[in-house]
């Protein structure tokens, strides 16, 4: 079928105008085949009268109407069918008899990523929805989020086996962010899991000490030169100042590439972390939809790292690799038995489960290893340091304490002598309560699951447990933003539901190196308070929360000194510091200033 378009008019010359027809378009559907389609005519006829001419002409298009009316019906077909699966998805949680918000046709519940940062919104949550749980979506997905101690103990611990994976992946298309420890699933994260536990045991710690050390003498030289009698003593920036000291300590650890970042402020592995921090629109739509659509992470080619980056970790670990004699000679006995080695040994041991150790396998441990630790570890120093200032009272009795530990011959505050600062452990416990990396811990339920006796959750559910929300409630925690470490007493601590206080998550998931946070916090914490006892301005009462989970260690150097450490004028209190709504993890929207001045 095709359109036929065709006129009819004829002309006086003498008079110039028309005398007969109309100089219009008329349009005629006629069966005719595609080769007379190709053929236009121009008829021109006097029709006797010299003075008068008339023509004809005609154009036949080729217009399938059959395409028109398929378009049409498929438009149709789709926009119903979007429908009914709208109508279906919109009814999920209220069919089952779960509290929820009502969804957004677009974005499901996650409307707040555009202005706010996805563990500030979980928390608030709590409040909204005091239940056990409540209901939500990932875009179209329905997700159900557990808030009691109870529910969240079968989800990380009991009933581990149905849970055993997260939600969040990043697809084939990029093995670096898909093959590291935090996004494998199982089979192939139980084989890593178990390879990697021996970087963490008392032993490999103990090791890194010289190490920490070393850069913590730089640090601390680095505030004496220039945030005591130097110029840029008004441009410290706390976050920065700890990130540029972390990145040494974990680079080193993990890629052998040595930093001088602590001193300097600048170095290779700093610019490759601060761009690791850095959200730009394109990596923050790559970040949401690895977290909260990871179904569509390989349609979209989403990456955990930029390229640059990505690239940049494959070119310094191999060039380690070569520096060890090969990836065979670095996988045998070593004399540094280091993180390094124990990851070249991954790569000799063979496949995992069935799955081959690529060298892209390797470094996507090294690289999660130095994510998860510099950036938190950062955020957790520069908050805790601020938190302290606001809090004389708190830091006072810490620096009590740990004038009154027993060092070692040469000085040092070790892991042994350390942990037995009780006040010191509430102190770390307390900041991490308040301020855990991220606010939530997400897995996906491998089959059906029955909740309770209402509501049963079908296979493929993303399950989310909400952490903060658990340690911000008054609930489980009485008067919750306050800062208060007594909280964690040895006589109080037996008060804390079990489940309730989760700054790793738990079960077989838990974070692989909370014993190294732990006890590097207590390091940093410890050296902290006997260098700088800290206080806030006379008239600056508040407190600050958001943190997380400390990566690093200080040492008491001989380069050490007695300042306290004062908020800068005019820089907002504790309490007005917000959340950086980029990214996942909890980190300050501002800079953390703070001055030394020397202690009465």
Same mark, same amino acid.
């Given at each position: ?13 003498? $008079? ?18 595609? =080769? ?129 994976? =997260? /939600? ?40 890194? @000490? ?13 505030? $004496? ?57 394109? =990596? ?62 991954? @790569? ?37 340091? /601020? ?111 079990? /489940? ?34 800290? =206080? ?18 200080? @040492? ?34 501002? @800079? ?6 020397? $202690?009465?």
């Amino acid at each position: 079928m095709w359109i036929h378009l065709y006129g009819d008019c004829t002309y006086d010359l003498r $008079r110039r105008s028309r005398v007969q027809g109309f100089p219009i378009f008329d349009i005629n559907f006629n069966l005719i085949s595609p =080769r007379d389609s190709e053929k236009t005519g121009l008829d021109r006829r006097t029709n006797g009268q010299s003075d008068k001419w008339t023509t004809k002409w005609s154009y036949k298009v080729p217009f399938s109407l059959r395409v028109l009316w398929f378009f049409g019906v498929l438009a149709l077909v789709c926009v119903s069918w979007l429908h009914q699966r709208w109508q279906r998805v919109r009814r999920f949680w209220a069919e089952r008899g779960v509290p929820h918000t009502p969804p957004n046709p677009l974005f499901g519940s996650l409307s707040f990523l555009r202005h706010e940062n996805p563990s500030v919104w979980i928390r608030r949550q709590i409040k909204v929805h005091p239940g056990p749980y409540f209901g939500m979506w990932c875009f179209w997905k329905p997700a159900l989020v557990v808030q009691s101690p109870e529910l969240a103990r079968r989800v990380l611990v009991k009933d581990a086996d149905v849970f055993r994976n =997260r /939600y969040l992946g990043s697809g084939t298309s990029d093995p670096i962010g898909s093959l590291n420890i935090f996004t494998v699933n199982d089979p192939l994260w139980s084989a890593l899991r178990r390879r990697l536990n021996a970087a963490f045991t008392a032993a490999k710690l103990r090791a890194v @000490r010289p190490l920490v050390a070393e850069k913590t003498d730089d640090l601390i030289e680095r505030i $004496r030169v220039n945030y005591l009698d130097g110029d840029n003593r008004d441009t410290l920036d706390l976050k920065d100042l700890f990130a540029d000291y972390t990145t040494d300590i974990i680079s080193t650890a993990a890629f052998g590439l040595e930093g001088h970042a602590t001193r300097t402020g600048d170095s290779p592995m700093r610019a490759v972390t601060r761009d690791i921090s850095t959200f730009k629109l394109s =990596r923050t739509i790559a970040w949401i939809n690895i977290f909260f659509a990871p179904y569509m992470a390989d349609f979209f080619r989403c990456t955990f790292y930029p390229k640059e980056t990505t690239d940049f970790f494959r070119k310094v670990f191999s060039r380690v690799v070569e520096q060890r004699g090969g990836w065979e000679a670095g996988a045998r006995e070593t004399e540094k038995r280091d993180l390094i080695d124990i990851l070249l040994r991954l @790569r000799q041991e063979g496949d995992a489960d069935g799955h081959e150790v690529t060298e892209d396998m390797v470094v996507a441990q090294a690289a999660i290893l130095l994510h998860g630790g510099f950036e938190t570890t950062a955020a957790t120093l520069a908050f805790m340091v /601020y938190e302290l200032a606001y809090n004389a009272q708190v830091q006072t009795k810490l620096y009590n304490e740990l004038n009154e530990g027993k060092p070692k011959a040469d000085g040092v505050l070790d892991s042994i002598n350390v942990s037995e600062c009780t006040y010191l452990s509430c102190v770390i416990k307390e900041s991490l309560r308040l301020y855990p990396t991220m606010g939530w811990l997400d897995r996906v339920a491998g089959q059906d699951y029955k909740l309770d006796d209402d509501v049963t959750i079908p296979r493929g559910t993303p399950v989310y447990v909400n952490a903060v929300g658990m340690h911000h409630s008054p609930e489980y925690f009485p008067d919750p933003l306050k800062f208060d470490p007594d909280r964690f007493l040895p006589e109080n601590e037996g008060d804390i539901k079990p /489940y309730s206080y989760m700054p790793f998550g738990d079960g077989p998931r838990g974070c692989i190196d909370s014993n190294a946070l732990k006890l590097y916090s207590w390091l940093s914490q410890q050296a902290l308070e006997r260098t700088w006892p800290a =206080r806030p301005p006379h008239d600056s009462p508040g407190s600050v929360h958001a943190l997380c989970p400390a990566n690093i260690a200080f @040492r008491n150097t001989s380069v050490g000194f007695k300042y306290k450490i004062e908020p800068l004028e005019g820089a907002p209190l504790p309490s007005e510091v917000g959340v950086d709504a980029k990214g996942i993890f909890l980190a300050p929207d501002c @800079r953390l200033a703070v001055r030394f001045v020397p $202690r009465a």
